[in-house]
């Protein structure tokens, strides 16, 4: 059998969009965050809120 020797490790990352001005912010994951869920103000243009369109992992090597 083969094992891998290297521990990886994932880092969860959240992707926010504004719905009014289209800006991505890439923050790392909350606890709590999901798809669809809105968010923070815009930085960008001062929207209300942004949409967590996207959450994913990275490895860490
Ligand atoms: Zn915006």
Same mark, same amino acid.
């Not at 103000?41 to 929207?47: H, L, P, T, V």
């Given at each position: 059998m083969i094992f891998s020797k290297k521990k990886e490790i994932i880092n969860p990352y959240t992707l926010e969009e504004c719905n009014s001005c289209h800006a991505i912010t890439k923050r790392k994951f909350k606890d709590g965050d999901y798809v669809f869920k809105g968010t923070d103000? /815009? *930085?960008? /243009? *001062?929207?209300d809120k942004m949409m967590v369109t996207k959450i994913f992992g990275e490895v860490i090597k």
């Open positions: 103000k /815009c *930085g960008s /243009c *001062g929207a």
